[in-house]
């Protein structure tokens, strides 16, 4: 039987970071940043006014008060996007937010401290040399990180790139993950169930992990419990990797264990509960995690192998980190087998069983209130109340 971290550091042998693409900013929300991103452009390119009013020398308004005014002549007017101007000495001259500092000057009063005149100003109070003024480059210049790589882009960073002058990035692709529940008994959520037939939840339940983890996840429909159809589904598909479900124990119908094991998949057993059975290899040189069929073996199956092999293909080192809680409620676990119970938070960031059944693998529904997994090692017998379990998410 082979160890969970042995068999989990055997499959990311099968995968490796893809080549990064160059995207628009537009299109790179949510993505990893492949290379560090520098600015293009200082920003602000510019000097320019943080506020409405009128740029000037501060040493021309020195003396002003709201009893004795400074009045000045109005030398001109500069609106944002417009271009620089020039201030005489002892003139003013009316800018709004965001425009060019004209030349000459070294302060904005705002339109507030003023009566706001249009050819003569009145200003009602003094101002420091660069009181509301942006000086370019303040926020970053020319060649400063602004991203590094390995960060995810959000809403907030590509703005500032944006504002950085640049206007594409390079990211690490998103992985295309093949997703196939394989089981002549499962027919799709809401058709009637036949004599021993279930709902299919496994590939509903793939696909949206696949999404979560940061890849794009391809469902093929479904075939019959043969081997040679489950290996035309196969044939035709071109994707990063491959992940099944179902058909990898030692029945007689285990049909993704009949069809692949002499094509380049080793079939194993792992010592976890659930999740014992699981088949690592390549298909035409694609890598392939083949999972149990049980709903919630799938579950911890994605979160302590194929999730790291998405990661690898994203060009991630590690998953979220490590974190512990301590037990509200107890239960049992399996003998010599390193156990995943799905569990809840309770009050005070605690956790307890999610479901009445233990880590029974067939318990989906349940997994409804499981908010993690607590990772048991294979020496414990049982889980007492107060002791400090180890969490595992299997979402980012």
């Keep these: ?20 693409v160059t995207v628009p900013i537009s299109a790179a929300l949510g993505a990893l940043v492949a290379d ?11 000097d320019n006014s943080a506020m409405d009013g009128y740029a000037l020398r501060a040493a021309d308004v020195a003396g002003a008060s709201e009893g004795a005014p400074v009045t000045l002549p109005v030398a001109g007017e500069t609106a944002a996007g417009a271009a620089h101007g020039r201030v005489p000495p002892g003139t003013a001259w009316r800018i709004m937010t965001g425009a060019p500092l004209p030349a000459g000057a070294d302060a904005v009063v705002q339109v507030e401290a003023t009566d706001g005149g249009v050819d003569a100003v009145a200003v009602r109070s003094p101002v420091e040399a660069g009181r509301h003024v942006r ?26 790139l944006a504002a950085a002058g640049v206007a594409e990035v390079s990211v690490a692709p998103r992985p295309r ?7 002549d008994e499962l027919v799709a959520p809401g058709e009637a169930l036949g004599p021993g037939q279930i709902h299919d939840s496994n590939a509903t339940l793939l696909a949206g992990l696949v999404a979560e983890a940061g890849a794009d996840a391809v469902v093929l429909e479904r075939v019959r419990d043969e081997p040679s159809a489950l290996l035309a589904r196969l044939d035709d598909v071109h994707v990063d990797l491959i992940v099944t479900t ?77 974190q512990a809680s301590v037990v509200a409620e107890g239960w ?11 569990v809840r938070f309770v009050s005070g960031g605690e956790v307890a ?22 990772d048991i090692p294979a020496a414990v017998s049982e889980v007492v109340a107060g002791d400090t379990v180890r969490i595992v998410r299997w979402s980012p």
């Excluded at 991103?37 to 390119?45: E, F, H, N």
């Excluded at 049992?332 to 799905?342: K, L, N, S, V």
């Design 1 to 20: 039987m082979r160890e969970l971290d042995d068999h989990a550091a055997h499959a990311l042998t099968l995968v490796s970071p893809l080549a990064p």
């Design 36 to 46: 560090d991103c520098l600015a293009r452009t200082a920003s602000p390119p510019f």
């Design 135 to 160: 000086l370019a480059g303040e926020d970053c210049r020319e060649g400063d990180l602004v991203v590094p790589a390995g960060a995810r882009l959000t809403a907030v960073r590509l703005a500032a």
């Design 177 to 183: 993950v093949a997703v196939l529940a394989t089981g």
């Design 246 to 322: 179902g058909g990898v124990s030692v029945g007689a119908y285990d049909v993704v264990k009949a069809a692949l094991a002499d094509r380049g998949v080793d079939f194993v057993t792992v010592a976890m509960q659930p999740g014992k059975p699981q088949g690592l290899g390549s298909v035409d040189g694609t890598p392939i995690a083949c999972l149990p069929g049980n709903p919630v073996s799938v579950l911890v199956s994605f979160a302590t192998i194929v999730a790291p092999m998405i990661r690898r293909l994203r060009g991630v080192d590690r998953g979220s980190p490590a």
């Design 332 to 342: 049992r676990t399996p003998p010599g087998r390193r156990q995943f119970m799905p």
């Design 353 to 374: 069983p999610a479901t009445a059944g233990g880590s029974g693998s067939h318990l989906v529904a349940s997994l409804a209130v499981a908010d993690a997994l607590a």
